[in-house]
């Protein structure tokens, strides 16, 4: 099989044409001309130059493939300008599907996020049926994954062949933005003097999500989604394993559920103001809540998780580490 994998230059990305390299398939990539290619260094792709938003880019991208990955997304909303984020997430997958369409790709699998699914009010693991109950103003890139559905959605209705993966908080190494990474070097930095919010966390390795990806595509079913994850933990479980894999004292301070909506509102002012921090405010806000999923779905249809958490965190602090990020 042929398939273009927009964001291929990002962690996921780049972690799915290097599933399609050991599958057999042939990968393209669409991505800027300046677009840094560190994460695809030793990888067999075709450049294909553009972006989401470029319809004349995108036929051309599309032309002659049997899939279409669709990865690409603007999920820093503290730095990016907010309209850009809605037109990336929500037009760029519309426009993404329009030239899928018209290239007679057989099937699209949509990246969208455990962020587009609502959590319940009894601290249940959430399944695929849940909706977004989250409030679109604080969870801004959530909400643009639930619109971004929508359109999804109306395609499929129309006769095209989508299917959703929805994955969790994702770790692994190969992350050079340091997305998810920031868990690790602020618990290496900081040790047992990080609060402990009293909710929970949902992850999976970026390895399974690139697998589960290409299992979507061959097997996963029309208009469905699929919430990828390996493990639900308490936020007391997943930083004392951070701790005991990068080897400082486990952090026992517990963070009041009373101060967490102050000190997100901090975060924010700092972020908007450039200042860097070492978690953003949604994971602040949602520090009290267990963001609990249940992934057997997808385990049944697409393969159960192949990587065991506290091996992808082992990989993890090894990769950073060889890479000069520690």
């Given at each position: 099989?042929?398939?273009?994998?927009?964001?291929?230059?990002?962690?996921?990305?780049?972690?799915?044409?290097?599933?399609?390299?050991?599958a057999g398939?042939?990968?393209?990539?669409?991505?800027?001309?300046?677009?840094?290619?560190?994460?695809?260094?030793?990888?067999?792709?075709?450049?294909?130059?553009?972006?989401?938003?470029?319809?004349?880019?995108l036929?051309?991208?599309?032309?002659?493939?049997?899939?279409?990955?669709?990865?690409?997304?603007?999920?820093?909303?503290?730095r990016?300008?907010?309209?850009?984020?809605?037109?990336?997430?929500?037009?760029?997958?519309?426009?993404?599907?329009?030239?899928?369409?018209?290239?007679?790709?057989?099937?699209?699998?949509?990246?969208?996020?455990?962020?587009?699914?609502?959590?319940?009010?009894?601290?249940?693991?959430?399944?695929?049926?849940?909706?977004?109950?989250?409030?679109?103003?604080?969870?801004?890139?959530?909400?643009?994954?639930?619109?971004?559905?929508?359109?999804?959605?109306e395609?499929?209705?129309?006769?095209?062949?989508?299917?959703?993966?929805?994955?969790v908080?994702?770790?692994?190494?190969?992350?050079?933005?340091?997305?998810?990474?920031?868990?690790?070097?602020?618990?290496?930095?900081?040790?047992?003097?990080?609060?402990?919010?009293?909710?929970?966390?949902?992850?999976?390795?970026?390895?399974?999500?690139?697998?589960?990806?290409?299992?979507?595509?061959?097997?996963?079913?029309?208009?469905?989604?699929?919430?990828?994850?390996?493990?639900?933990?308490?936020?007391?479980?997943?930083?004392?394993?951070?701790?005991?894999?990068?080897?400082?004292?486990?952090?026992?301070?517990?963070?009041?559920?009373?101060?967490?909506?102050?000190?997100?509102?901090?975060?924010?002012?700092l972020?908007?103001?450039?200042?860097?921090?070492?978690i953003?405010?949604?994971?602040?806000?949602?520090?009290?809540?267990?963001?609990?999923?249940?992934?057997?779905?997808?385990?049944?249809?697409?393969?159960?998780?192949?990587?065991?958490?506290r091996?992808?965190?082992?990989d993890?602090?090894?990769?950073?580490?060889?890479?000069?990020?520690?």
């Amino acid at each position: 099989m042929k398939a273009l994998v927009t964001g291929g230059t990002g962690f996921v990305g780049s972690h799915i044409v290097r599933a399609l390299n050991e599958a057999g398939h042939t990968a393209r990539v669409l991505h800027r001309k300046s677009s840094k290619l560190d994460a695809l260094v030793g990888l067999t792709y075709e450049s294909a130059l553009g972006d989401i938003l470029d319809e004349q880019a995108l036929a051309a991208a599309c032309d002659g493939c049997d899939w279409v990955f669709h990865v690409a997304a603007v999920a820093d909303y503290w730095r990016a300008d907010k309209s850009k984020m809605f037109e990336a997430n929500i037009e760029g997958t519309r426009r993404v599907l329009a030239a899928a369409r018209a290239a007679g790709v057989r099937r699209v699998v949509f990246t969208s996020s455990a962020g587009a699914i609502g959590l319940r009010s009894d601290g249940q693991p959430s399944a695929e049926n849940m909706p977004f109950n989250l409030s679109p103003d604080h969870f801004p890139y959530g909400y643009t994954k639930i619109l971004a559905e929508d359109v999804v959605k109306e395609a499929v209705a129309n006769g095209q062949d989508v299917v959703t993966v929805n994955p969790v908080v994702i770790m692994g190494p190969g992350d050079l933005n340091m997305i998810s990474g920031t868990f690790i070097l602020q618990i290496k930095k900081l040790g047992l003097l990080v609060p402990i919010p009293s909710g929970g966390i949902a992850v999976i390795d970026v390895r399974d999500v690139a697998r589960m990806h290409l299992a979507a595509a061959e097997r996963g079913r029309t208009g469905e989604r699929y919430i990828l994850n390996t493990a639900n933990y308490s936020q007391r479980e997943w930083m004392g394993m951070i701790a005991d894999v990068v080897g400082v004292p486990r952090p026992f301070i517990p963070a009041p559920a009373f101060i967490l909506p102050i000190a997100a509102a901090i975060i924010d002012w700092l972020r908007q103001r450039g200042i860097n921090t070492p978690i953003d405010a949604d994971q602040t806000r949602l520090g009290s809540k267990d963001i609990h999923f249940d992934g057997r779905k997808a385990w049944a249809e697409l393969g159960a998780p192949l990587v065991d958490m506290r091996q992808s965190l082992i990989d993890t602090y090894r990769w950073y580490q060889e890479n000069g990020y520690l």
